[in-house]
Structure formats: C-alpha cells, structure tokens
C-alpha cells in the first residue's frame, strides 16, 4: 500500500508487476543518462568560447545523431511490446472472477461457485482500525499462487478497477466485457480504487483483495453454503 514516504512505485505482488518495475527502472536510467549528455552539451555550448560559424552541414553528425536516437527508441520499444502482450494473455485460468462497477460501490461475483456473490462498499469514515478511504466492509478474497481470471465490466457508467501492487489497471465500461489475468504470489492485503472519474463519489468507492492460502481459502468458500 502507498504511504506518505513512498516516492516510488509500491512492492510487486506479482510476476507481472515484477516486470513492470525492472521495465521502470531499466527506461528511467536510460533517461537520466540521456538527461545528463544533454545538460553536459548545454552548459559545454554556454561556457565554450570557440564557435565555428562556417560550418553548414556535417553528414557524420547528421547520421549519429539520427541513429543513436533510434537505438535508444528501439531498446525502449521492445520490452514495452514484450510486456504489453504479457498483460493481455490469459493463461489457462484455475478461478474466475466477475467485477460490475456501480455508481459508487463493486459488486463481485465467484462465477466457479453456486451463489457466491457480495457487493463491496467502502466502510464509513467513523470507523476506527481501518484506512482511511481504503478499507471496505466485503474484502474480495482469493489465493495466492494460483492463476486468475477477471470479468471487468460496469452497469451505469465507465469506472477502472485498479490494484497497483499486483500490476492491474483495466477499464470497466458498460455493454462492454473485458478480460484480465494475474497472479498473486504472496499472501497479504492489497488495495485500489477506481482510476476513472465515475461521478461525484468517486473517490469513495475503494478495492481491497485479501489474498491467503488454497486450504483457507476453500474453508472460507463452505462458509458460504
């Protein structure tokens, strides 16, 4: 979870979001040496006392700098690819969930089990032992280490399921089904909101995913029937 010293992205929770981070910090440092070449070749113009003012065209110069650009594009281009076909592949999922975005609340819904289904709404502000603006009173409980599928889609208006520490992001648009996959590889709690601005209550309505063990999770399905 994000907290009022973290300046960077949060812990990864997931292979996916592990890949993210070494594609972040891989593109960051090619951007700060980037930054720093043009700064040294700033301050060196500025400082420098001997000007060529005859020279009109150089082709040598012309070529490198076209080229050295490109090379840079080209290793920040294919990892970014390489990812995004990551995030859309869904591979032979063991437990689907159903997500429906509702003005200003989610609604959840195990569609591998027979009536397991809850709405999620934050929990009010009174409320003590619980974050502010996070905690909600149906926490969405799945285990960890085990492939997951989620149905995203909304009844009213466009809203965006997000959880940052396991890398997930996608829309939840009405008349409309999208599809994502991820894993969890630690137990925990994780928790989002809606990245979309949905109405006037749109900051109010939180995602928490409690993410714990195979056999618990099995106990907390029979707690249902």
Known sequence: ????????????????????????????????????????????????????????????????WTMI??????MIAFPSLHLLYLMDEVNKPNLSLKIIGHQWYWSYEYSDFKNIKFDSYMIPLSSENSFRLLDVDNRIILPFNLQIRSLISSSDTIHAWTIPAIGMKTDAMPGRLNQISFLINRPGLFYGQCSEICGANHSFMPICIESINLNYFFKWIKSFN
Do not use: R
């Not at 720093?36 to 400082?47: D, G, K, P, V």
């Not at 650009?69 to 080209?74: A, N, Q, R, T, W």
């Open 1 to 64: 979870m994000a907290s009022w010293s973290n300046l960077n992205l949060q812990n990864s929770s997931s292979p996916l979001m592990e890949n993210l981070l070494y594609f972040h910090d891989s593109t960051m440092v090619i951007i700060i040496l980037i930054s720093i070449f043009i700064l040294y070749m700033i301050s060196s113009n500025l400082t420098n006392k001997f000007y060529n003012f005859n020279l009109l065209e150089h082709q040598n110069i012309e070529f490198f």
């Open 69 to 74: 650009p490109s090379i840079f594009l080209l």
